[in-house]
Nanobody, 119 residues
């Protein structure tokens, strides 16, 4: 079993910054994907930023140029630096990981962390 523990959410004013962290622990051979999703009230969960073990990253158009995803593979941790935050970024942010264990790949989700952008 693998646990994903997120931290760093909170309340911030428009234009402010937050940094989210997600640490994976448990029986991990390697981690192929570590991504961030978000879900706003009444909306579907959407991909915000994706990172792959080879270093590739991808972003939703709505956050390009404002958010940066990064990974510390030695610590099995992924970060999301969020700058120039807007009210429409308000959502619960979820960490997702695709983990190699025992010769197969398994998908895991974190519990979510609330990000609220409001004056």
């Amino acid at each position: 079993q693998v646990q994903l523990v997120e931290s760093g959410g909170g309340l911030v004013q428009p234009g402010g910054s937050l940094r989210l962290s997600c640490a994976a622990s448990g029986s991990i051979f390697s981690i192929d994907a570590m991504d961030w999703y978000r879900q706003a009230p009444g909306k579907q969960r959407e991909l915000v930023a994706a990172s792959r073990s080879g270093g590739n990253t991808n972003y939703a158009d709505s956050v390009k140029g404002r958010f940066t995803i990064s990974r510390d593979n030695a610590k099995n941790t992924v970060y999301l630096q969020m700058n120039s935050l807007k009210p429409e970024d308000t959502a619960v942010y979820y960490c997702f990981a695709e983990v190699r264990q025992y010769g197969s790949s398994y998908r895991y989700w974190g519990q979510g962390t609330q990000v609220t952008v409001s004056s």
